[in-house]
């Protein structure tokens, strides 16, 4: 039988090679189990295979006197399940108690969105081209910024106008570009071949050093995209991907194509833009009709 840390280490090897999880994910995992681990030991519990339905109780009892949201709550208890379900596969265990444990229920917040005209002066308002075929592919693909950050020139295909993405999980996916957001890149790449720095790099959206743009210098473009735009929403780069999805849905599009081009492993996922549709179209009817 591993130890706690044996036991942790082993599940976190899974996670890389059978699940490709993020870095970020992989320490959210680490530490909920860390925290599970240092609590069966202050019960006198010393292995997971002690560990039974009554005694996760009282860790989820401990969790709540401390006044943590239900969905940490929730997200702690998913990383239990998961991981007892792989102790059960390595025969580590022979009852899983976590099976038919419940989540609590969690409320789900609906992603904030732009109007398409919001959209148009985003774009209309940046002057460089790198930061006008920065946000035209962020809205035309619904791209994720770990995505943005991470593309190659080789990867977008302009006569073709498709671009091969590599989402959560290492997932591919190809996702359509339109022809405003290739003509964008277009001639973003033209400039930036008189940059000798760019020559190097196969990054397809480069910082002024020549280097891969980062998250932070994305979230700063947005930021200020939206200062010069005069928009006084808080927005973030995420909100054009949830406007792109939003959008989609609005103008006609089926569920399950807007799943796709997200990268949405669950539908579920996808269908929280269908109540912020439904939101969008109650505040346009109230407008005309209080």
């Not at 190097?200 to 979230?219: D, H, M, P």
Request: glycine letters at 6%; a positive charge.
């Amino acid at each position: 039988m591993m130890d706690f840390l044996e036991s942790i280490d082993a599940f976190r090897d899974h996670l890389v090679v059978e699940r490709g999880l993020s870095e970020h994910t992989l320490s959210a995992y680490y530490q909920d189990l860390r925290q599970f681990a240092d609590f069966l030991a202050t019960v006198g519990i010393g292995d997971w295979a002690k560990a039974d339905r009554l005694s996760i109780q009282k860790f989820l009892r401990f969790l709540k006197e401390r006044r943590l949201a239900a969905s940490t709550i929730a997200r702690k208890i998913a990383t239990l399940k998961t991981f007892y379900h792989f102790l059960l596969r390595e025969r580590q265990i022979a009852v899983d108690p976590t099976l038919d444990l419940e989540r609590p229920k969690t409320t789900r917040y609906l992603p904030k969105v732009l109007s398409q005209s919001e959209v148009v002066r985003l774009i209309e308002g940046m002057e460089s081209l790198r930061g006008r075929a920065i946000l035209e592919l962020f809205y035309a693909g619904g791209l994720r910024v770990s995505e943005l950050i991470n593309l190659d020139v080789e990867d977008l295909n302009l006569k073709s106008g498709i671009l091969r993405c590599v989402g959560k999980g290492d997932k591919e996916r190809i996702v359509p570009v339109n022809s405003v957001a290739i003509e964008a890149i277009e001639k973003y790449l033209e400039e930036r071949k008189s940059k000798k720095c760019a020559i190097r790099s196969k990054a397809l959206f480069l910082n002024y050093a020549g280097g891969r743009l980062t998250r932070q210098g994305i979230w700063k473009l947005v930021k200020d995209a939206a200062v010069s735009a005069g928009i006084s929403k808080d927005i973030t780069p995420h909100t054009l991907r949830h406007s792109f999805a939003t959008h989609l849905l609005e103008n006609g599009a089926d569920l399950r194509s807007v799943q796709e081009m997200l990268g949405h492993a669950d539908i579920s996922t996808t269908q929280l833009y269908t109540h912020v549709s439904k939101r969008r179209l109650r505040e346009v009817y109230e407008k005309v009709f209080d």
